[in-house]
């Protein structure tokens, strides 16, 4: 149990266009998803926490207005990348903790974003 | 945002050989865990500690909680190839409305050679 996908696994895109990653929970409820960022030889970095029908809370330095998340339901979260530019190529991770199973983030394969 | 010092960067090391890697902050956490991460892969988790001073096993992976609350340890015994991967620490807090965000360490880069 405790299974998180993320769509697509990987995506190339042009500089200035929107991309939008999900990430569900397969057979939990998730209360709460995270969103991270990881460059290359990099650790992970907490983007944002989204809490499912409340506005995501966002780390100091990641632009919300840039960032959009949406947590429309108990298994799914979605990150869009607003007009991409090369800098925003990375690895983005979610994960979710679900309600009831203690404070266990349980997390996504990862989608790879290259922004040419 | 902060991050987790974690030691080494990398290793070189015979298979069997055993590993040690470490983890320090300069703030306390109330749960440490650690994840191995495979190329192109999430984070899995290896181990969990909830307790100061706790020492948990999982196979051959033992892991420490510092007494200070501030550190921790992993070993791994008898290396096998497939430990090859980048293994993170992370420290989480416990404060109410913080959703248990996690803190990663930079990660340790490990390599067997067979």
């Known amino acids: 149990g405790a299974v998180v996908s993320q769509h697509p696994s990987r995506v190339i895109c042009k500089s200035g266009t929107s991309v939008k990653i999900e990430c569900r929970s397969l057979?939990?409820?998730?209360?709460?998803m995270f969103w991270y960022r990881q460059f290359p030889k990099q650790s992970l970095m907490l983007m944002a926490t989204?809490?499912?029908?409340?506005?995501?809370?966002?780390e100091q330095g990641v632009e919300k207005d840039k960032f959009l998340i949406n947590h429309a339901s108990l298994t799914l979260s979605t990150l869009t990348v607003t007009s991409a530019h090369p800098e925003d190529s990375s690895f983005y991770i979610c994960?979710?903790?679900?309600?009831?199973?203690?404070?266990?983030?349980?997390f996504g394969p990862g989608t790879r974003l290259t922004v040419l | 945002g902060q991050q987790l010092n974690q030691s080494p960067q990398s290793m070189f090391i015979q298979e069997g050989e055993d590993v040690s890697m470490n983890c320090t902050s300069s703030?306390?956490?109330?749960?440490w865990l650690w994840y191995k991460q495979d190329p192109g892969e999430g984070p899995v988790l290896l181990i969990a500690?909830?307790?100061?001073?706790e020492l948990t096993s999982n196979g051959r992976l033992t892991a420490q909680f510092g007494i200070t609350r501030k550190d921790s340890f992993l070993n791994i015994s008898a290396s096998i190839p497939s430990d090859v991967g980048i293994y993170f620490c992370?420290?989480?807090?416990?404060?109410?409305?913080?959703?248990?965000?996690?803190?990663f360490g930079k990660g340790t880069l490990l390599t067997v050679n067979p």
């Open positions: 703030s306390i956490f109330n749960t």
């Open positions: 992370a420290g989480q807090k416990d404060s109410g409305g913080s959703n248990y965000k996690l803190t």
């Open positions: 994960s979710a903790s679900r309600s009831g199973y203690g404070n266990e983030q349980f």
């Open positions: 057979d939990f409820q998730a209360t709460t």
């Open positions: 989204s809490n499912e029908g409340s506005k995501a809370t966002y």
């Open positions: 500690l909830y307790k100061a001073g």
